[in-house]
């Protein structure tokens, strides 16, 4: 292959690259499998903080760890032996055994009655261990600090293990758990999985949903969060709107320059998609009594 064909293929990898990850922004769409993460903090996230009030380990490393070891309460292990954390048997347990290729072909891991024994002998595991110990002078709210020294300490293998722990971390927003502030949910609710449109936090609102229960959850004044979406007091968002936790942009990412109308749209459903202040995208577009939004109107976004 002569230069000049691998600098084509080269600049070709480079623009493939920035498209994928471009359309990520975009769509602003979640992981695949975050209902079930959502799923294993709604069960899970009590335990995990009663091992933090015992213990001192955060409960957002408790609640990391048993979802990235156990794939969200789905793995082999999590399913048959409620082993949330991948602890292996070693010489001194007594109790429930399982074979299970990991590092090597049939390793020993422990098998509990329940998931909350798995969660106990978690936190015992972390304590008696030798080369967790200088953990255990760091705060319950530096999870990077956790993170960080359980990768040192040789509790996984993966040379990624502390970054997965902390994108985890960040994504669901486990760390308000260590502080004592957790998302406030009603009975049976499952958290949202927050979102980012036009670099800014949002959620969708469910069916049967209202601000109130949105401001409920993130600890946010019913107001505020009026404020932040643009809407009155009598006004209901319907079902899939983006509720945004911090106050909206004047003009779109680079990515949405402009939007075609659509039968059923409205200033405000537009403003909400892209994450623009009404005042900005009506000012932009000269919108007013004389001018009406129209299905097929071309609008900039920027």
Not at 60 to 74: F, N, W, Y
Request: proline share 3%.
């Amino acid at each position: 292959m002569n230069m000049k064909h691998r600098f084509a293929t080269a600049v070709f990898i480079m623009l493939a690259l920035v498209s994928c990850s471009v359309q990520k922004t975009v769509t602003g769409q979640p992981a695949a499998g975050s209902d079930a993460y959502s799923s294993y903090i709604a069960k899970y996230s009590d335990m995990a903080v009663d091992q933090m009030k015992k213990y001192g380990i955060p409960a957002s490393i408790t609640l990391a760890q048993g979802l990235l070891e156990s794939d969200a309460g789905r793995s082999t292990l999590a399913t048959r032996c409620n082993n949330h954390f991948g602890i292996k048997c070693h010489s001194d347990w007594t109790g429930g055994k399982m074979y299970h290729d990991d590092d090597a072909k049939g390793e020993c891991f422990r098998c509990y009655k329940s998931a909350d024994e798995s969660f106990r002998d978690h936190s015992q595991f972390l304590l008696n261990g030798s080369r967790y110990k200088s953990l255990f002078s760091l705060k319950s709210t530096d999870y990077k600090g956790w993170a960080k020294g359980l990768k040192a300490a040789g509790y996984a293998t993966s040379p990624t293990y502390a970054t997965k722990l902390i994108e985890i971390i960040e994504r669901y927003g486990l760390d308000s758990y260590d502080t004592g502030n957790g998302r406030r949910l009603k009975q049976g609710q499952l958290p949202h999985q927050p979102l980012l449109v036009n670099d800014l936090n949002c959620v969708k609102l469910r069916d049967g949903e209202t601000l109130k229960d949105i401001a409920r959850e993130y600890q946010i004044s019913i107001s505020l969060l009026r404020r932040f979406n643009e809407v009155s007091r009598k006004y209901v968002p319907p079902a899939g709107s983006n509720i945004f936790l911090e106050r909206k942009k004047a003009r779109a990412d680079r990515e949405n320059r402009t939007y075609t109308v659509r039968p059923g749209d409205t200033l405000w459903s537009i403003s909400q998609q892209y994450g623009i202040k009404l005042g900005a995208l009506s000012r932009r577009n000269r919108l007013g009594e004389d001018r009406p939004l129209t299905v097929g109107m071309v609008l900039l976004l920027r």
